[in-house]
Every structure is written in structure tokens, then in C-alpha cells.
């Protein structure tokens, strides 16, 4: 297997300009949507078929009067341990040999299956092919010795592509230079391979609790509550029926008095 590839974003470096959002439209040729009011600058409220990536504008206040904006670009993760691949029952997701992952849309079925088993909200169902659909990278342009479009569209290089460990140790010592500038906050989300599924080879490094950026705080499978549901379930089926040995146990010593 070929080293993986990754996406660093760090959203320190961030301008909103959402350049990487329109390369990415461009180059998978992605249809125009209707605009929504979000409150912000943000459009859409979320990942749609049509939109791969998403730039995100946060507001937070100080409590002193003061307020900051946050912006991040954000992405599908390509999971280490993908909820979607694992939900799909037709093959149709699959990783790659560079570690991310993809749906071939002449497999997928459009059960939407991995629509529910994203703990992000990446993956979304086009209604027009009936099939599920993410960001792959560009998974054309990487198997071509470029790197995504949204990334090359990059002006400040907030979002950088190439080897995992090469992007990872770049991240760690970006962390320490912010903590130093006086940033405490300053901390990396997903980088670490043995944390929530498994890492993931879209991590970012954030300026606040991942909360405030819309990310889940420990990213968990829904698959992962299949176990502990099952037991439950089985547990109040075994009440069930001692409460009902009961009451008919109770009729049968009344009917013989």
C-alpha cells in the first residue's frame, strides 16, 4: 500500500475567501444551488450533493464586548475507520491504496445507508442519480500526480495536501508556534491515529474547542450503539415476559380459589 495521503486545514490561517469551495465545484463539476441564508457568511448550512466542501463562519464573544471570527474550510474526513464504508452493503465505498476513501457511483444503490453512518455529515444522496456522494480528493487529479483542487486554489495555504506523517509532525510544530504567539486554545482534531475512528486523514487544526467549529467533541460510529442497544433490547423483552408469567400465574391461584 502506497503512503497515505492527507488534508491538513489550518484554520489559523483561514481568510474566508472560500476559493477552495468554488475550485472544488469547478473541478468536479458540481451544479449551481440556490443560496441559503445562514445568519453568516456561510453558505450552505451543510454538505449537499452539490457542495464537497464548506467553508464554516463562526462568531464568539468574550464576554467583554468583544468578538472573534472563526472560519474553517471543512471536508470529508476519509475516516481511518469510515462509518459509510462499513454501512455499505454493496461494496460501492471503498479506500483507496492512498488510504482515502470513495464511492463508485456505478456500484451505489442509493440505499443511503452511509448518509446516516457519518458522524460528520459528509456524505449526501443526489436525488437526479439516485446515488450517494462525497469529496474524494480528487481522486482523478491524485492518481495524476496533482493535488485537490481546492487545495491548489488555496491563497494563504490554510489547507495543505501531501503525506500524513509529513503533514502531521508540520501540525504538531504549527501547535507549539501558536501556543507561543499566545494562542492557548491552539490544539490539532483528528491528527492523533490512535483517537476517535481511528484518526482522520482530513484533520485540522483548530483555535477553539472543536464545538464551537460544528464538530462532534468524540466522533463515535452509530454502528458502535448496535451492541449495547441490542442487550437493552433483549433485557426489556426478558421483563416482558417475567411480568406476564406473573400475571397470568396471578389469574390461574385466583381462578382455583
Same mark, same amino acid.
Given at each position: 500500500?502506497?503512503? &497515505?495521503?492527507?488534508?491538513?486545514?489550518?484554520?489559523?490561517?483561514?481568510?474566508?475567501? /472560500?476559493?477552495?469551495?468554488?475550485?472544488?465545484?469547478?473541478?468536479?463539476?458540481?451544479?449551481?444551488?440556490?443560496?441559503?441564508?445562514?445568519?453568516?457568511?456561510?453558505?450552505?448550512?451543510?454538505?449537499?450533493?452539490?457542495?464537497?466542501?464548506?467553508? /464554516?463562519?463562526?462568531?464568539?464573544? +468574550?464576554?467583554?464586548?468583544?468578538?472573534?471570527?472563526? =472560519?474553517? %474550510?471543512?471536508?470529508?474526513?476519509?475516516?481511518?475507520?469510515?462509518?459509510?464504508?462499513?454501512?455499505?452493503? &454493496?461494496?460501492?465505498?471503498? /479506500?483507496?491504496?492512498?488510504?482515502?476513501?470513495?464511492?463508485?457511483?456505478?456500484?451505489?444503490?442509493?440505499?443511503?445507508?452511509?448518509?446516516?453512518?457519518?458522524?460528520?455529515?459528509?456524505?449526501?444522496?443526489?436525488?437526479?442519480?439516485? &446515488? !450517494?456522494?462525497?469529496?474524494?480528493?480528487?481522486?482523478? /487529479?491524485?492518481?495524476?500526480?496533482?493535488?485537490?483542487?481546492?487545495?491548489?486554489?488555496?491563497? &494563504?495555504? %490554510?489547507?495543505?495536501?501531501?503525506?500524513?506523517?509529513?503533514?502531521? !509532525?508540520? !501540525?504538531?510544530?504549527?501547535?507549539?508556534?501558536?501556543?507561543?504567539?499566545?494562542?492557548?486554545?491552539?490544539?490539532?482534531?483528528?491528527? +492523533?491515529?490512535?483517537?476517535?475512528?481511528?484518526?482522520?486523514?482530513?484533520?485540522?487544526?483548530?483555535?477553539?474547542?472543536?464545538?464551537?467549529?460544528?464538530?462532534?467533541?468524540?466522533?463515535?460510529?452509530?454502528?458502535?450503539?448496535?451492541?449495547? +442497544? %441490542?442487550?437493552? %433490547?433483549?433485557?426489556?423483552?426478558? =421483563?416482558?415476559?417475567?411480568?406476564?408469567?406473573?400475571?397470568?400465574?396471578?389469574?390461574?391461584?385466583?381462578?382455583?380459589?
Amino acid at each position: 500500500m502506497a503512503r &497515505t495521503l492527507a488534508m491538513f486545514t489550518d484554520v489559523s490561517l483561514c481568510i474566508g475567501c /472560500r476559493a477552495c469551495q468554488v475550485a472544488c465545484k469547478q473541478w468536479n463539476q458540481l451544479a449551481p444551488e440556490e443560496p441559503e441564508w445562514t445568519g453568516t457568511y456561510q453558505n450552505h448550512p451543510h454538505f449537499t450533493d452539490k457542495s464537497y466542501r464548506l467553508v /464554516r463562519f463562526f462568531e464568539q464573544t +468574550d464576554g467583554q464586548g468583544g468578538l472573534t471570527w472563526h =472560519m474553517m %474550510s471543512d471536508v470529508c474526513k476519509h475516516c481511518a475507520q469510515a462509518g459509510c464504508l462499513e454501512a455499505c452493503p &454493496t461494496g460501492a465505498i471503498y /479506500r483507496t491504496e492512498y488510504g482515502t476513501v470513495n464511492i463508485n457511483q456505478d456500484i451505489c444503490n442509493g440505499c443511503r445507508y452511509c448518509v446516516s453512518a457519518c458522524p460528520f455529515g459528509v456524505v449526501a444522496y443526489n436525488e437526479d442519480t439516485g &446515488t !450517494a456522494t462525497k469529496c474524494t480528493f480528487c481522486n482523478d /487529479r491524485i492518481h495524476n500526480g496533482l493535488g485537490p483542487a481546492c487545495a491548489k486554489a488555496c491563497p &494563504t495555504e %490554510s489547507i495543505r495536501f501531501g503525506y500524513r506523517d509529513e503533514l502531521a !509532525a508540520k !501540525a504538531r510544530k504549527r501547535v507549539e508556534d501558536l501556543k507561543r504567539m499566545g494562542f492557548k486554545d491552539a490544539q490539532l482534531y483528528g491528527e +492523533d491515529q490512535n483517537g476517535p475512528v481511528g484518526g482522520l486523514n482530513a484533520f485540522f487544526l483548530l483555535l477553539a474547542k472543536p464545538s464551537l467549529y460544528g464538530l462532534p467533541e468524540n466522533p463515535k460510529l452509530p454502528q458502535g450503539n448496535v451492541l449495547v +442497544d %441490542s442487550l437493552l %433490547s433483549i433485557g426489556a423483552a426478558v =421483563m416482558v415476559g417475567l411480568g406476564a408469567v406473573v400475571v397470568f400465574r396471578d389469574r390461574g391461584g385466583k381462578g382455583g380459589a
